[in-house]
Nanobody, 124 residues
Framework: QGQLVESGGGLVQAGGSLRLSCAAS????????MAWFRQAPGKERELVAA???????YYVDSVKGRFTISRDNAKNTMYLQMGSLKPEDTALYYC??????????????????WGQGTQVTVSS
């Protein structure tokens, strides 16, 4: 079994910053491919950023240069530092982990563990 718990969401003005955290336990802990997804009302859940090692990361074009994904394997925690936030970044943000694959994973179906989500709201 494994568990993912997100924290750090909230309400912020456009141009502001937030840092999301994802605490992993059990089979989701350290060395697994991990990622952040988001889902806005009426839209599909989309990949925001993924990480396998500090040098193996992926970002969707809309967040490149504004968001940074990282992980601390000693703490079994993944982070998403979000800057220059825009109203279109408003969504429920989920962390995800893959227990079945290795390497950088950018496909939603490869992730089998999900957190409950943390809301990020960016006001204009």
């Amino acid at each position: 079994q494994g568990q993912l718990v997100e924290s750090g969401g909230g309400l912020v003005q456009a141009g502001g910053s937030l840092r999301l955290s994802c605490a992993a336990s059990g089979r989701t802990a350290s060395n697994n491919p991990m990622a952040w997804f988001r889902q806005a009302p009426g839209k599909e859940r989309e990949l925001v950023a993924a990480i396998f090692t500090p040098r193996s990361t992926y970002y969707v074009d809309s967040v490149k240069g504004r968001f940074t994904i990282s992980r601390d394997n000693a703490k079994n925690t993944m982070y998403l530092q979000m800057g220059s936030l825009k109203p279109e970044d408003t969504a429920l943000y989920y962390c995800a982990a893959s227990s079945r694959f290795s390497g950088l994973q950018i496909t939603k179906r490869t992730y089998d563990y999900w957190g409950q989500g943390t809301q990020v709201t960016v006001s204009s």
